[in-house]
């Protein structure tokens, strides 16, 4: 089983940037598909980006060209770089992982693990 932990959360005006980690228990997330994904107040949770260990990314149109997805198997952890940020990206944040490929940006309820989550919070 993996566990997953983020950190990075935080207040930020609006068009600054955060960086957000989620560090696996054990290598094996490498061959995992990982992702972070968002819950805002009142709404479900939502796929913000993906990333398998074959390297591709796969991302949500709301944050295309504004975040960035990575992973460094050093350290056994995959990050969430945020530039641009906007107030309706104030959410909760969740790392995830699920075994396999991700081949396309998948759904939440296809997650087996998951993190404890982070605040973002965009405002000024």
């Known amino acids: 089983q993996v566990q997953l932990e983020e950190s990075g959360g935080g207040s930020v005006q609006p068009g600054g940037s955060l960086r957000l980690s989620c560090i696996a228990s054990?290598?094996?997330?490498?061959?995992?598909?990982m992702g972070w994904f968002r819950q805002k107040p009142g709404k479900e949770l939502e796929p913000v980006a993906q990333?398998?260990?074959?390297?591709?990314?796969y991302y949500a149109s709301a944050v295309k060209g504004r975040f960035t997805i990575s992973q460094d198997s050093t350290k056994n952890t995959v990050y969430l770089q945020m530039n641009s940020l906007k107030p309706e990206d104030t959410a909760v944040y969740y790392c995830?992982?699920?075994?396999?490929?991700?081949?396309?940006?998948?759904?939440?309820?296809?997650?087996?693990?998951w993190g404890q989550g982070t605040q973002v919070t965009v405002s000024s």
């Open positions: 054990d290598d094996t997330y490498r061959s995992y598909c």
């Open positions: 995830a992982a699920r075994p396999n490929y991700c081949l396309s940006l998948l759904p939440a309820g296809t997650f087996d693990y």
């Open positions: 990333i398998g260990g074959d390297g591709y990314a």
